[in-house]
Every structure is written in structure tokens, then in C-alpha cells.
């Protein structure tokens, strides 16, 4: 494995018998492989550092950004996946209070209807659904109105 000694920004992948798990690919310091999570990188970068020229070693300042990064990149996925919890049990919530009331909502044929949310199906992989007057599979998206 070698750092590109011109503009030191490219890393090329270890020899076949180095590569194991990691793959062949090239990656950019400026940009994150989306199939590296931060154990292969560290893997990579423990190699890297093992196979580098004693007499002509790499910047370890490299090492400390591309560490960073993908930290940081670690850090807004774990926020992300958080954010879509939290959205995902509002909507759940949300058709819960919707249980027992008197909605207006729009149908499957665009026409206004009215009727009482008799049941709160959660089944759906896309969200939840309501029942309203027998008709089930109605989306709480649907609803304009709440009496």
C-alpha cells in the first residue's frame, strides 16, 4: 500500500494478499467510501501505516482528518437514524390521538368524506393506517380535519 507522494490526497488499496475483507477500491481522503464503515477504514489505515517507507513515512496529519471525518460522518448517520425514530413514533402517536374522533379526510377517488377513526392498523411498513367507518387503509396524511 502506498500514499501518492505528489499530492498525498489518494490512498491505493494493499496488495491482493494484504486486502482481505476491505476490497480493492480507491478512495479519496476528500470523500467518504459509503461501503467502508470505520472498522475496514481503521483497518486500512493500521495497514497503511505498517506498510509505509520507514525512511520516507506519511503525514500522520492525514491519518488525524481522515480519522475525523470519519467520525463525524459516523456521528450525522447515528443523527440521522435518530431523527427518522423520532419522526416515525410521531406519526404513531399521532394517528393514536386520532382514535375515537371525527375526521374529514380524502378518499381514494378525491372525494371528501366524513367518519369516525374506529381503528389504528400499524402493520403498514410505509406507517400507520386508519379505519374509518369500515373503510380501512386510510393514511392519517389524508385527514384535513378533526372534530
Do not use: W
Not at 91 to 119: P, R
Amino acid at each position: 500500500m502506498s500514499v501518492n507522494g505528489t499530492t498525498g490526497t489518494q490512498l491505493t488499496p494493499p496488495s491482493p494478499a494484504t486486502t482481505g475483507a476491505l476490497g480493492s477500491t480507491t478512495a479519496n481522503v476528500g470523500q467518504v467510501d459509503p461501503l467502508l464503515d470505520k472498522n475496514a477504514f481503521l483497518k486500512l489505515m493500521m495497514t497503511q501505516l505498517k506498510e509505509q517507507d520507514p525512511l520516507n513515512p506519511s503525514d500522520p496529519s492525514q491519518y488525524l482528518g481522515q480519522l475525523a471525518q470519519m467520525t463525524t460522518v459516523e456521528q450525522e448517520t447515528n443523527i440521522a437514524q435518530s431523527v427518522a425514530q423520532t419522526a416515525t413514533e410521531q406519526n404513531d402517536t399521532t394517528a393514536l390521538a386520532l382514535l375515537g374522533h371525527t375526521v374529514d379526510y380524502i378518499d381514494s377517488s378525491g372525494n371528501t368524506q366524513t367518519g369516525t377513526v374506529q381503528k389504528v392498523d400499524f402493520s403498514n411498513p410505509s406507517g400507520p393506517t386508519l379505519t374509518i367507518n369500515g373503510v380501512g387503509g386510510i393514511s392519517p396524511g389524508s385527514v384535513s380535519d378533526v372534530s
